[in-house]
């Protein structure tokens, strides 16, 4: 093995180890929740929990309004949705979940068949 191909190995390990450690820490930092709210997640924002636009914002992309109907079911979720740990935005999604009345289609991204799984 040559010194090229001995650098150009040692790179590629500490690549695959950067993101191998990477994908753990978020992982860890990241709550429970069904698959198909993580790919509706996916889906929506990216599973971006840090996600706000004017009408609608966290990781599922919920409604400013509905976040103000079903946080209620949450104790201690925020007035305002990005301001919520990702544990709350999981726990304000499962309450729009179990009391809207329409279950995994209350978010558009349902009618996909691979968010449906």
Do not use: N
Request: charged share 15%; aromatic share 12%.
């Amino acid at each position: 093995m040559t010194r090229v191909q001995a650098t150009i190995l040692l790179s590629i390990f500490f690549a695959v180890l950067a993101f191998v450690v990477t994908e753990g820490a978020r992982a860890a930092t990241e709550p429970r929740m069904p698959a198909v709210l993580k790919r509706i997640g996916i889906c929506e924002t990216g599973l971006r929990w840090d996600w706000s636009q004017p009408s609608y914002a966290t990781a599922f992309g919920i409604h400013r309004a509905a976040w103000q109907d079903y946080r209620r079911h949450v104790p201690g979720a925020p007035a305002i949705p990005e301001r919520a740990t990702p544990a709350q935005q999981v726990a304000v999604a499962l309450a729009i979940y179990r009391h809207a009345g329409v279950g995994w289609r209350a978010w558009g991204c349902y009618r996909h068949a691979w968010v449906r799984g």
